[in-house]
Structure formats: C-alpha cells, structure tokens
C-alpha cells in the first residue's frame, strides 16, 4: 500500500492509499476535493473507499464531490457520526475492521476532541509496516483540542494509541508541528529527545518538508500529552493524578500563545 500525503488549505494533510496491485485507491478525511482527483488521475485508479475520522469540515468537505465522481465509492466513519457526515454508508465502532486492497485496518474509538472521533490501524504485514490514521486525536507533538470530549476520554483516547507498536507511523492530519513542540518544552524542559527533536522540525519546516508522517515510539518520547504519568511532566503540571495533569496541561496549550 503507497500512501500519498496532500497538503491543502492553511495547514491540512489529506492522505490518499493506492493498492498498486488491484490498482485502486481510497482517502482519509478529504478536506477538498480536487488534490485527490489530481492525484487519482495521476494513479490511473479509481476511488473506492473514502475513511473519514470525523464530521469536521476541513476532514469530510470533500466527499460530495468525490462522491459524485466515483459513485461506487463508499464512505465509512463512526456510527456516532451518522447523522454529521452526509452520505456515510458503513457506520464503525470499535473493534471493526475495514480492508483496502490486501491491508486490514482495526478501528479504534478515540472521543476527545470529538464525541464521535475514530482511527484507522492498519496492522504490519510481512512486507510493510504499521499504520496509524488519526485524524485530529493525536498530532506530532500534541493531541486535539477538546471540542465535545473530556480530558479523561482523551487520556483514555490517547492511552490505546500508545499501546501500539513503536514504529508505527502516526498520519495525523495537521502541521502543527512546530508549534505544538514550542508548548512541550515548556512543560518537559529537560527531556533531550524533545530538545532534539524540536531542533530537527524547526530545520525540516525551513526546508519546506512536512513533520508528518511521525511514529508512536517518537511520540512517547517527545509528545507530553503522551507522557501525562511520567515524573517530569508530573512535575511541570504539580499533580500527580494522571488525569488531572493531562487535563491542566491541555488547558494550558489552549492558552498558549508562544
């Protein structure tokens, strides 16, 4: 499976799938839509799948347009989601599985930063690796901010996607990079992969590369809403209550302005 990143809008990535073999392809939360029909005829593949994390308008303002170029496409998102995105047809909760080409992907249910909020996992094979479609719940170096959801839920959101594999490769649909990296060293000061990495996105921006794919391991490392049950950032929030120091540190990247 060829993933294709596409950069739209202010900030947005858009993430098109290819089975080279069966020579078709499927989008993850299309902001827009006319990037992926570019690069769908650059493929030569038709559209058979569109994965939609959520019902925000910059992951499915796409879809009608989609749609209506490739009928025969279907359109899957979280069964709490039915009634927010328009032509939905599989309804997913957690646990399900999806298959594009010959990869299968495993749902997870991740509310935080909406009630409704899903991720796509797509397991490692023998010849590739894992994948992880995210949306907005987890970002390179900060998770979303809590629109419908409570801390708790997104701790709980963020907990299952720790326990994946580190070399998981996270495709959150923002660059946000940057930013969320200035917040984390205000709070995780002295971790030296954080230094480090902050140093390498600063240079990779500069480049005009994108920060995005990242992995879990890096996260783990790096990202302090990842980190909430570690001593330093126990430390920095001055609790020890996991929950309570995941939900004081959200609150202050909401207010950060750096």
């Not at 593949?45 to 994965?51: E, G, K, N, R």
């Not at 994390?53 to 490739?70: C, E, M, P, Q, V």
């Not at 495993?106 to 409704?116: I, L, M, S």
């Not at 600063?202 to 790096?222: D, H, N």
Request: net charge negative.
């Amino acid at each position: 499976m060829n993933i294709y990143r596409l950069a739209v809008l202010s900030d947005n990535y858009i993430f098109v799938l290819h089975d080279p073999v069966k020579n078709i392809a499927a989008v993850v939360d299309p902001a827009i839509a006319q990037p992926v029909l570019d690069k769908l005829e650059e493929l030569g593949a038709p559209l058979v799948t569109i994965f939609n994390t959520h019902h925000h308008n910059d992951h499915i303002g796409g879809n009608s347009a989609l749609i209506k170029k490739f009928p025969e496409a279907i359109i899957y998102g979280g069964e709490k989601d039915r009634d927010r995105i328009p032509n939905m047809e599989v309804f997913l909760k957690a646990g399900d599985r999806v298959n594009f080409g010959d990869r299968e992907a495993q749902v997870y249910f991740v509310p935080g930063h909406t009630y409704a909020h899903i991720a796509y996992y797509f397991a490692p094979t023998s010849d590739e690796g894992g994948e992880l479609f995210c949306g907005d719940t987890l970002f390179a170096g900060g998770c979303g901010r809590l629109f419908e959801g409570t801390p708790a839920q997104m701790l709980n959101s963020l907990d299952q996607l720790r326990q994946l594999p580190d070399d998981t490769r996270v495709w959150c649909a923002h660059e946000y990079t940057l930013g969320n990296l200035k917040f984390a060293l205000t709070c995780d000061r002295d971790n030296l992969d954080l230094q480090e990495r902050m140093v390498t996105a600063t240079a990779m921006r500069q480049r005009g590369e994108a920060t995005v794919p990242t992995t879990i391991g890096l996260e783990k490392r790096t990202n302090p809403f990842m980190r909430w049950d570690t001593p330093a950032i126990m430390r920095s929030a001055g609790i020890e209550i996991p929950d309570r120091v995941f939900a004081k540190i959200r609150g202050q990247k909401d207010n950060f302005s750096g």
